[in-house]
């Protein structure tokens, strides 16, 4: 049994600032010099494959301290009108570069907040989805809910259009950690949506939680872990608070009070860990939590987990096809980003443009390299043997090397063919998967990091 005590004396060493690795490269490789021809060309070659769907909704009604997500707040309803015919353009863009419509194997819709969108507006998204793209037999449909502005009309219009998965942001049912960081809703709230959920016909409902807060004590946390226990998601994040105040400038705000340090978090993630794992719930990869019969859980058993943009998937797709401001794209050999910047974002769909201002060419190496981050994080275990000349082309001195660090500080076990991580190991992971990350060390020193801490 893995205790916190056999975590502390690494922490110095592995516990620093580090990608989340949800792609490799990592979004701070993307730059504005790029050819529009090659974001073009590969638009139109995706079309042999199913790809996940992925449309950012970035409007919230108030501003929760701690997030550092692309958001907008408002509470002008002409804004979220506009940006919905916005996004038709857009679509309408993408699809006249393709002979036929892409295949859809994953729908999600993310933000910002997808519940504070109206239901006609809402209607005309997930229309403009079926307009333009081609949703396979057996697509997943996913959307993430703000429990303050989820009502039930809004949840039988996504029953009826066909999404069996949500995910609900709660972060911390403590009264004092919820004034802190700015975010108010009751556990009873939350219930009743839940409920609600259940009663429209969700099948899959997800939590997200985060440890790290001002405020949050060992008993708070086992109390709020308590409740959702009470409550019995499928699956469950349980995110690391990310401090990235030079990128989220709210955050400072939270600085005036104690943040809890490194340790301190450490014991938060376990108290949260012990109480998930006694009530049944497995551990997937370095943050999330899921019931034995989810998905999450079945895939990581069969090592076939996935991770992209949107974290740990099941997802069968062969990329990610990003819609709307911020918006990464994941398309094997490029990655690629609309513009974060809502009026020029408007300005380039309305006259026909393609929204993109950075992008990323993806060599072989580099793709290989991801597809051993990849089995890193979410399946555990790297063998060369089913990676044919992968070893050859990735794994050099430097590598070499700190795979045997790695193996000394009981992180990992070298085997004849590869290696796997250990129980200790696990809390690590992401600093596993940086021995394959060619990149961290100039974007280091181009100041470009801006990541946040690995525990």
Not at 138 to 147: A, G, N, T
Not at 197 to 208: C, L, P, Q
Not at 350 to 364: D, V
Request: net charge negative; charged share 25%; glycine share 6%.
């Amino acid at each position: 049994m893995l205790t916190e005590e056999q975590i502390y004396p690494l922490l110095d060493k592995y516990a620093k600032p580090l990608p989340r690795y949800t792609s490799y490269p990592t979004a701070v490789e993307l730059t504005d010099t790029f050819d529009m021809d090659d974001v073009k060309g590969a638009i139109a070659e995706s079309v042999e494959l199913p790809l996940s769907l992925y449309v950012h909704l970035p409007f919230c009604k108030s501003l929760c301290y701690f997030c550092a997500c692309h958001k907008i707040i408002t509470s002008k309803e002409d804004d979220k009108e506009i940006y919905v015919k916005n996004l038709r353009r857009e679509a309408q863009t993408i699809a006249s570069l393709t002979d036929s419509p892409i295949s859809l194997s994953h729908l999600h819709l993310g933000g910002g907040s997808p519940s504070y969108m109206s239901n006609s507006q809402l209607a005309e998204v997930i229309e403009i989805t079926n307009s333009y793209f081609s949703p396979t037999p057996r697509i997943q449909r996913s959307v993430e809910l703000d429990p303050r502005t989820t009502n039930r009309d809004q949840l039988e219009l996504f029953c009826k259009a066909g999404f069996r998965r949500g995910s609900l942001g709660v972060q911390d049912f403590d009264d004092t950690v919820q004034k802190l960081v700015h975010r108010i809703q009751s556990v009873e709230l939350v219930r009743d949506v839940v409920q609600e959920m259940k009663r429209s016909g969700f099948e899959e409902i997800n939590f997200d939680l985060i440890y790290g807060l001002p405020g949050q004590t060992k008993e708070s946390i086992s109390d709020t872990v308590e409740k959702v226990i009470d409550l019995r998601p499928d699956r469950l994040a349980l995110y690391g608070y990310a401090h990235v105040s030079g990128k989220a400038k709210q955050q400072k705000t939270l600085e005036k009070y104690d943040l809890p340090d490194t340790t301190e978090r450490i014991s938060l993630f376990f108290t949260a860990k012990r109480l998930l794992e006694e009530a049944g719930y497995v551990w997937i990869g370095f943050d999330h939590f899921a019931l034995p019969n989810d998905d999450l859980a079945r895939h990581q058993k069969k090592g076939t987990l996935r991770r992209n943009f949107m974290g740990y998937t099941t997802s069968a797709g062969r990329g990610v096809l990003g819609l709307g401001v911020s918006a990464i794209s994941d398309l094997s050999s490029i990655m690629f980003q609309v513009t974060p910047h809502l009026e020029q974002y408007a300005e380039l769909v309305s006259s026909g443009s393609l929204p993109y201002w950075r992008a990323a060419s993806r060599t072989r190496r580099d793709q290989r390299r991801a597809k051993v981050i990849e089995q890193i994080l979410c399946n555990l275990h790297v063998d060369w043997s089913k990676f044919k000349g992968y070893q050859e082309d990735i794994l050099g001195p430097s590598e070499e090397d700190r795979l045997v660090e790695l193996e000394k500080d009981g992180l990992i076990e070298l085997e004849l063919d590869g290696f796997r991580v250990t129980e200790r190991g696990r809390m690590f992971l992401r600093s596993i998967a940086s021995v394959f990350d060619e990149y961290l060390p100039t974007a280091r020193e181009r100041g470009k990091g801006g990541f946040s801490a690995a525990i």
